[in-house]
């Protein structure tokens, strides 16, 4: 900061108007740009590397990993941990990403690992896919059947 205003991370001018914030500095909106490409990173995903921004692709070229791969979703490319962090479905109970290939429940509105799918009343995996409801809850059999006739 020079004086009692704000300075720009990036070319150290005064900024009045919009700010962008990242990396701990204030920038504007024009200077905060991929320190490769130049593209701008104030609507994008932006990545810090040695003080740095970089924009997604720039960042995933450092050799972070020798081992990361590429999906393309909508145009975009995403390396494979950012693709299953934010497009694979969510597991209901444990919130973890349910990968391809993985054994999974498709129930109660929502996808379960299939670990995760288990009786409310007892925490056991259920032997098949069937369940029963109860207040919007799996319940195997025997525990439902002790909730109805707790009910009589």
Request: glycine share 10%; charged share 25%; proline share 6%.
């Amino acid at each position: 900061m020079r004086g009692n205003g704000l300075s720009c991370g990036g070319c150290g001018g005064p900024i009045i108007g919009r700010i962008v914030s990242a990396m701990g500095q204030r920038w504007h909106p024009g200077c905060f740009r991929c320190s490769v490409c130049n593209e701008l990173l104030e609507h994008v995903s932006s990545y810090e590397h040695e003080g740095k921004p970089y924009c997604h692709l720039d960042y995933h070229e450092f050799d972070l990993d020798d081992d990361v791969g590429f999906t393309v979703y909508k145009g975009h490319p995403y390396c494979e941990a950012c693709h299953v962090r934010l497009r694979m479905p969510k597991c209901k109970r444990c919130k973890k990403s349910i990968r391809d290939g993985m054994r999974a429940v498709e129930a109660l509105g929502g996808k379960w690992c299939w670990e995760c799918f288990v009786c409310e009343g007892c925490e056991k995996p259920f032997d098949d896919p069937s369940f029963f409801l109860r207040d919007n809850k799996p319940f195997c059999e025997p525990c439902f059947s002790l909730i109805v006739r707790n009910e009589i």
